[in-house]
């Protein structure tokens, strides 16, 4: 793989004049919104436990994954009509939380800044490593190893510059 930098930065400059419309001139998207990300829980209580009880993102429902039997699909709303899903799946050794190319890298849950530091507060409380950056970011692992952050900056914008 290719470190050199100013080559990938005249890549990155290439492909957003190639692509990339100012605002008034983007056509509306086709979809209405994400409707759920779903990731793999090792244990659905524990999982419940730290969504629920320490993020405070509150468990919706819990539903039999109608593509595996015995294997539960489960949800908590993070608000703004999104929903964070999980699955279990007893009896499959589906191994540890791995980042491979085309997998999950993080998650990026947008929180008011109260809340947020009330969450670092709890993460800090809980035992949950985690690590603050540029004073609106957290990050750290759930139970399963899977990396979240629960970010101060409202809906559409990153570190004070628009990006919807």
Known sequence: MSTDVPTLDAE?????????????ERPASTARGLHHTALVSSDVERTVRFYQDVLGFPLTELIENRDYPGSSHFFFDIGNGNLLAFFDFPGLDVGPYAEVLGGLHHIAISVEQEPWDALVARLTEAGVEHEVHSGVSVYFRDPDGARVELIADPLGEMYGEQVL
Request: hydrophobic content about 25%; charged content about 45%.
């Open 12 to 24: 990155r400059d290439r492909i957003r004049r190639t692509h990339l419309r100012p605002a008034g």
